[in-house]
C-alpha cells in the first residue's frame, strides 16, 4: 500500500541517523512483525528498550513523512 511505502522510503532515509540496535528493534518489530520480546530477546536487551527504539524511529519517520508532504504540496 501507499502507507507501507511511504513509511518504508522515510525510513530508508533516517536509517542512518539511529544506531544498529535501534534500528533493528525498529525494524523487527515495526516491519517484520516480530513481537517486542522476541525482538529483546534476540538483540539483547530488555523489552522497555525495544519499545523506546521502536517509538523514537515512528517518530522520525513520522517527521520525514510530513516532510516529503510539505515539499510535495510546494510542487
Given at each position: 500500500?501507499?502507507?507501507?511505502?511511504?513509511?518504508?522510503?522515510?525510513?530508508?532515509?533516517?536509517?542512518?541517523?539511529?544506531?544498529?540496535?535501534?534500528?533493528?528493534?525498529?525494524?523487527?518489530?515495526a516491519?517484520?512483525?516480530?513481537?517486542?520480546?522476541?525482538?529483546?530477546?534476540?538483540?539483547?536487551?530488555?523489552?522497555?528498550?525495544?519499545y523506546?527504539?521502536?517509538s523514537?524511529?515512528?517518530?522520525?519517520?513520522?517527521?520525514?513523512?510530513?516532510?516529503?508532504?510539505?515539499y510535495?504540496?510546494?510542487?
Open positions: 500500500t501507499y502507507r507501507r511505502e511511504a513509511i518504508l522510503y522515510a525510513a530508508s532515509r533516517i536509517r542512518g541517523q539511529v544506531d544498529s540496535i535501534t534500528w533493528q528493534a525498529f525494524w523487527k518489530t516491519v517484520e512483525g516480530i513481537t517486542a520480546a522476541e525482538a529483546a530477546r534476540s538483540l539483547g536487551i530488555s523489552i522497555g528498550s525495544v523506546a527504539a521502536r523514537r524511529v515512528m517518530k522520525r519517520v513520522r517527521d520525514q513523512i510530513a516532510l516529503m508532504l510539505e510535495d504540496d510546494e510542487l
